[in-house]
């Protein structure tokens, strides 16, 4: 049984996103599609896993040169285990710099409700005056 395949308009509907998108990570080397005797592209499941990952890692902030590091070019097979090890690793950075970040919204908060305190209090004043 052949292996399900799709056109460029397929899985830029699918996934919502625009044909050029998806030609330009193909472009970067992050997938690869097969090509008709017309030199038509064709993709594979694979293709689209790929893609779906690639789009993931944008959602979470990751730059296509991380994306890349984590999955490897799509003509360059990486053991699944070094995938992994790339991934993690990648989660460890992410996730400290969400800590990092976590940290500096509350200290802004507390920056505000200290200033806001003061304005109220300087109002206070300012009425009674």
């Known amino acids: 049984m052949p292996e399900k395949t799709f056109t460029i308009s397929e899985l830029a509907a699918e996934l919502n996103i625009k044909p050029s998108a998806i030609r330009y990570y193909e472009q970067k ?3 690869k599609p097969e090509r008709t005797p017309g030199n038509q592209r064709v993709y ?9 990952l690639i789009l993931r890692g944008r959602r979470f902030g990751a730059t296509l040169d991380q994306i890349l590091d984590m999955i490897g070019k799509a ?4 053991n699944e285990k ?5 991934s993690l690793n990648y989660i460890e950075l992410k996730m400290s710099d969400i800590s990092k970040q976590k940290n500096e919204i509350k200290l802004f908060e507390a920056d505000l409700l200290s200033l806001k305190r ?3 209090m ?8």
Request: glycine share 4%; hydrophobic share 30%; no cysteine.
């Open 118 to 120: 003061k304005l109220l």
């Open 82 to 86: 070094s995938q992994i090890d790339r």
């Open 75 to 78: 003509d360059d097979p990486m």
């Open 44 to 52: 594979t499941r694979q293709n689209r896993s790929r893609l779906k």
């Open 29 to 31: 080397g992050l997938i």
């Open 122 to 129: 300087r109002r206070r004043e300012l009425a009674t005056k």
